[in-house]
């Protein structure tokens, strides 16, 4: 016979039917059982997976962020290549992208997942949270020639007051 779904694969909560589908809209928080529901190779559900071993970022915030960092990458993309010479005399070997009022720096970070050779990126926020680094380290982890520590930096100020193009790992 065929192989039916497991039903915990179902999200269950006191507000859904159990046969309800996994939503996309949820403030739940992905957790590394999660995982589980982002199958494939492709590079999206590469990040998923490292997202809920990271066990910190709402479900809702890791598609809209995803879709963000997709509509940044192909309005900016040739500014966000970052290899040298753009051969219009301008080098982009330097290209930083700077997340203002950036709380996780999620959409840092997808942006340097999904641009490999930009430079930096520069999460400004008053507060540090420790999702921050666990985001960072999960997705490190998943995607290691990226160099993402040495790539993602954190500022701890008002979007005011940051200077991002002096941005010290923070």
Same mark, same amino acid.
């Given at each position: 016979g065929g192989h039916e779904a $497991? #039903? *915990? +694969?179902?999200?269950v909560s006191r507000n859904q039917k159990p046969e309800t589908p996994f939503r996309r809209a949820s403030r739940s928080r992905l957790s590394p059982t999660d995982a589980r529901r982002f199958p494939g190779n492709d590079t999206f559900a590469a990040v998923a997976r490292a997202v809920c071993s990271a066990d910190v970022l709402p479900r809702k915030e890791l598609f &809209? =962020?995803? &879709?963000? !960092? +997709?509509v940044i990458t &192909? !309005?900016? @993309?040739d500014s966000l290549k970052g !290899? @040298? #010479?753009?051969g %219009? @005399?301008? %080098? *982009? $070997? !330097? =290209?930083?992208?700077? %997340?203002l009022a950036g709380g996780h720096g999620f959409l840092a970070l997808a942006l340097l997942v999904l641009n490999p050779t930009l430079a930096s990126a520069v999460v400004v926020d008053r507060r540090k949270p420790d999702s921050h680094e666990r985001l960072v380290s999960s997705l490190a982890k998943a995607f290691p020639k990226l160099? +993402?520590?040495? *790539?993602?930096r954190f500022v701890e100020a008002s979007v005011a007051d940051a200077d991002v193009k002096n941005a010290t790992r923070g």
């Open positions: $497991s #039903p *915990r +694969l179902v999200d &809209e =962020t995803w &879709e963000a !960092a +997709l &192909e !309005a900016f @993309g !290899a @040298g #010479p753009a %219009d @005399g301008e %080098d *982009r $070997s !330097a =290209t930083r992208v700077a %997340d160099r +993402l520590h040495a *790539r993602a």
